[in-house]
DNA sequence: CTCGAATCGATATTTTTTTATCGATTTCTA
DNA sequence: TAGAAATCGATAAAAAAATATCGATTCGAG
C-alpha cells in the first residue's frame, strides 16, 4: 500500500510493539538517544538484529556515537504499526472477558474504538461503563451504522461457530478470537485465535527449558 | 529433557496447538482418520509442512492412504504440550481481566491450576466462584505453600514492575504479562509479554493487507 | 584541533524454516 | 485377486531470518 510495508518480515513486525515499549519506558526515564547495543543487551536481542529493525522503521538513520532519536523512533514505530488510524471494534460474547475488553482503555492508543458488546443472553444486555451491550439480533445493524470491522470473540466453545459466522454477516472483516474451538471463516475475513491456555502452557514449556 | 524436544522448531510448536484443536473439531464431528492433505486445506497450510509437523509428534507413522489416527494424535499432541502435567499458578491483579482468568475453567485441560489471585487493593479480597483473592502481602507466603511456578500478570502500567519483583521474589519462575508496560525480569525467569491491543493492531494491518 | 572510541549501515555468511520432488507402501475397487 | 489411486516419509532445494564482518562516520576527550 505504502511501497516499503512489504519488506517488513514478519517476525521484525512482530518485535515492533515490543521496541515500542522499550522506547516509551526510556523516554519517560528521560532518555533522548539510545543506540541498538543498548536496546539489544536489554531486550536479549542481537545488536545486528535490532539495527536492522530499526533501518526499517526509522524516517532518519541513527546517528554514530549517539544512537537514534527516542522520540522521533517511537512515532516512526507508531506510524509504521497503524496506531494513528482509528479503527471501530465490537465484542462478541459478553462474558467476564468480554466485559474486560468492553471496559479496557488501553485500546485507544492504539488506534483502536470498541464501541459495542454484544450477547445472546438477555441477562448480559445493559451497559458497562457508557459502552452498551446489545442483543445478537442487533450486530449486523449496529455494526454496519457503526462501521465495525474489527471483532472480538469471547464466547464458549461451542458457541464460537455460530457467533463468527454472525460477525462475518455482519460485515466484519477481521476477528480476533478467545473462544477455545476451532471456527473456519470465509475467504477475505482475517482470523487469529488466542488461546490464553495453550499460551500458558507452552510458556511453562519455556521455563522448563530455561531451567 | 526427553531428547526429542531439542529437534522440534519453534515455528512448529506454535502449530502445534492449532492442530489439537482442529483434531479435537474432527473427533467431535466422528471423523477417525484423517490426512496431512486434509488437514492443510483446511488450515490453510502446505500438505508438507503438516506431515513435517505430524512427524514430530505421532508415536506411530501415518498410514498410506488412510493418514493418522485422530484419537492418537490427540494424545501425542496432549503429550508433547505438556498437558498432563499439574503447574499451579496464580494471577497477580484482581480486575476485570484478572478475575476473569481467576474463574476460567478451560485451563485444567491444559494441566494449569489457577490457585488465586493476589490485589493491592483490599476492596478486591475475598473470593470468586471458591477461587480466594489475597492480598498483594501475601504472595510469598501463599506462592510458597502452594508451589506456584506460574504467574499471570494483569495489573495496570504503572504497577507492572513491582508487582512483577514481587513474582520472582515469591518464587515464581514464568510470568505472563497482560501489563501494557516493559517489564524486566532476572536471569531464570521466563516472562511473556502478551499485549492486546498491540495484537489487535497488527490484526488490522494483517486484514488490510488481505483486503 | 586532532585523535580515539563507539556507533551506524551495507554486504556476506550461517542457520533455520518452509516448500518441492520422488519412490515405497497400503487400502479400496473392479 | 490384481491393479489403481492416494498417502506417507525421506531427501533435496528454496526461501527466509538471524548473525557475523567490515569500512565509514561522527561525537567527545585531551
Redesign the pocket.
Known amino acids: 500500500m505504502e511501497g516499503r510495508s512489504a519488506e517488513i ?4 513486525f512482530l518485535r515492533f510493539p515490543v521496541y515500542l515499549r522499550y522506547l516509551k519506558a526510556e523516554e519517560a526515564a528521560g532518555v533522548e538517544y539510545v ?4 536496546i539489544a543487551e536489554d531486550m536479549h ?5 535490532v ?2 529493525d ?2 526499517l522503521v ?1 524516517s532518519e ?8 532519536a527516542v522520540k522521533k523512533l517511537i512515532c516512526d514505530l507508531e506510524r509504521t504499526l497503524g496506531y494513528h488510524r482509528k479503527t471501530h471494534a465490537c465484542v462478541v460474547g459478553a462474558g467476564r472477558l468480554g466485559r474486560a475488553f468492553l471496559v479496557y482503555e488501553g485500546f485507544e492508543h492504539y488506534g483502536i474504538d470498541v464501541v459495542a458488546a454484544f450477547d445472546i443472553s438477555p441477562a448480559q444486555v445493559g451497559a458497562l461503563s457508557g459502552k452498551p451491550i446489545y442483543p445478537m439480533e442487533r450486530l449486523k445493524e449496529i455494526a454496519e451504522r457503526e462501521e465495525v470491522r474489527l471483532g472480538i470473540l469471547t464466547v464458549p466453545g461451542d458457541a464460537a461457530q455460530a457467533a463468527c459466522d454472525a460477525m462475518v454477516e455482519a460485515g466484519i472483516t477481521a476477528i480476533l478470537s478467545f473462544a477455545p474451538a476451532y471456527v473456519r471463516v470465509p475467504e477475505g475475513v482475517t482470523l487469529r485465535c488466542e488461546d490464553l491456555a495453550a499460551s500458558l502452557a507452552s510458556l511453562i514449556s519455556e521455563a522448563e527449558e530455561n531451567n
Open positions: 518480515s514478519k517476525a521484525a543506540s541498538s547495543s543498548e536481542l542481537s545488536a545486528v538484529c539495527r536492522k530499526l533501518a526509522a538513520p541513527g546517528k554514530p556515537r549517539l544512537g537514534f
